[in-house]
């Protein structure tokens, strides 16, 4: 666990010693600013290639999460590629120290800039979203006398449990392709046989994922296209099953995420082992799951504002830095943080809508959120922000972007 209260103070849990007291670290600051655990972000990664230990599978960290450098790294140096969605995270991941032999190109607008240079670093594979798409890398590929290693992303059709706006596998969703175009890709592949290599087929179902009935009933539906096109006499090498893996926000259940990771290592067991194994490379794509526990915002207040109706805590930050609960509606615990040791027990207690400095009414980290009585000058911890918090920041009403501190 990376971060919990220990006597009454909100601390990292160091797997070095003693705790670190948060508090230790906001003292001298004022502004917003993520924090994230690098030594929790490594016993994740460790966590997850111990579930799926025993299959031939490449674990390629989804940089969208969190493209903060230390934490690529740090992931990447456990052994893992990156999947990456833009130019600007392709060089992110080299900058890092990733080789182009460990990164994957997912995202449905490349442009050709970004084509050329996925195929001048070299990188594992392309995965290819439309007939448009591959005809656009066949050219980039013969300009630069290269032959690119497309994969493709079919839309297997179903509809997890999640969120409308991530999910990305269904007929509705701009993602992936329908089995329907696959005589259009074979006639672009055949015609520009000196430029493309295809790899094998790529999915991915949707973000948030916690129950994995979808996820393999997917998996299923692209393993079968994946054999029946291999038996079309395509040397198929990588079957990509996505990403998506979820935690629970409303709580800090570690066990449940460690029973999800172990239940989603023994499904592709049952399905990838024995002479399956060895006929083809698995992928997958996870992000939250590896880095959203492992982040804090901490935000100061800056004002209690109490009316007839409700009270506000007025904070320092808000949507323009954690833009899910906006966007999403989505909820992050957020958490009392006393420099004195006494706001986590406090027994005096309201009840605030956390608000920030916003010319917006969607400006609200957490409604109807119990914590002890606030004044100004407080801060206030947001829980499970290590993904898609910073990389979805934003300068909007021309706020300074938060500041990313990493505890080693």
Not at 50 to 74: D, F, Q, R
Not at 133 to 140: P, S
Not at 207 to 232: C, D, H, N, P, T
Not at 371 to 385: F, I, N, Q, S, T
Request: charged content about 25%; glycine content about 10%; some cysteine.
């Amino acid at each position: 666990m990376a971060f919990s209260y220990v006597d009454g103070q909100l601390a990292r849990l160091s797997l070095a010693g003693s705790p670190q007291l948060i508090a230790d670290i906001v003292k001298d600051r004022h502004r917003a600013f993520y924090l994230y655990d690098l030594q929790g972000i490594g016993e994740r990664v460790r966590e997850l290639q111990t579930a799926l230990s025993g299959l031939n599978m490449g674990i390629h960290y989804a940089v969208k999460a969190n493209h903060h450098p230390e934490v690529i790294k740090t992931i990447a140096g456990l052994g893992c590629g990156v999947d990456v969605v833009s130019g600007g995270e392709l060089n992110r991941a080299l900058e890092a120290g990733v080789g182009g032999e460990r990164i994957v190109f997912s995202g449905v607008g490349k442009s050709r800039g970004e084509i050329e240079l996925a195929l001048r670093q070299s990188i594992f594979q392309i995965n290819v979203e439309s007939p448009q798409e591959l005809e656009r890398i066949a050219k980039v590929g013969a300009e630069l006398g290269l032959q690119a290693p497309v994969a493709f992303r079919m839309n297997p059709d179903v509809s997890p449990d999640t969120h409308p706006y991530i999910k990305t596998g269904f007929r509705d969703n701009k993602f992936g392709m329908d089995e329907a175009l696959l005589p259009e890709l074979f006639k672009i592949l055949k015609e520009n046989s000196a430029h493309l290599k295809l790899m094998g087929l790529t999915m991915h179902i949707g973000s948030q994922l916690r129950e994995l009935s979808a996820v393999f009933e997917a998996v299923g539906k692209i393993w079968r296209l994946f054999e029946e096109i291999r038996s079309q006499g395509f040397d198929l090498q990588t079957l990509d099953v996505g990403g998506g893996l979820g935690i629970d926000y409303h709580s800090d259940s570690f066990k449940e995420e460690a029973e999800l990771m172990k239940r989603y290592g023994q499904e592709l067991r049952d399905r990838f082992s024995g002479e399956r194994a060895k006929s083809v490379r698995l992928l997958c794509e996870p992000g939250r799951i590896l880095v959203a526990r492992f982040g804090l915002l901490l935000t100061q207040v800056e004002y209690v504002k109490r009316t007839p109706y409700k009270n506000f805590a007025i904070v320092n930050s808000g949507m323009h830095h954690l833009l899910r609960p906006a966007l999403y509606q989505a909820q992050h615990r957020i958490l009392p943080l006393s420099l004195g040791g006494s706001k986590a027990g406090a027994s005096d207690q309201e009840v605030y809508d956390v608000v920030g400095p916003i010319c917006e009414s969607a400006d609200v980290l957490g409604f109807d959120r119990r914590l002890p009585r606030l004044d100004e000058g407080d801060w206030l911890a947001v829980a499970d922000c290590g993904a898609y918090g910073a990389v979805m920041a934003s300068q909007y009403n021309l706020h300074e972007l938060p500041e990313e501190v990493v505890l080693s």
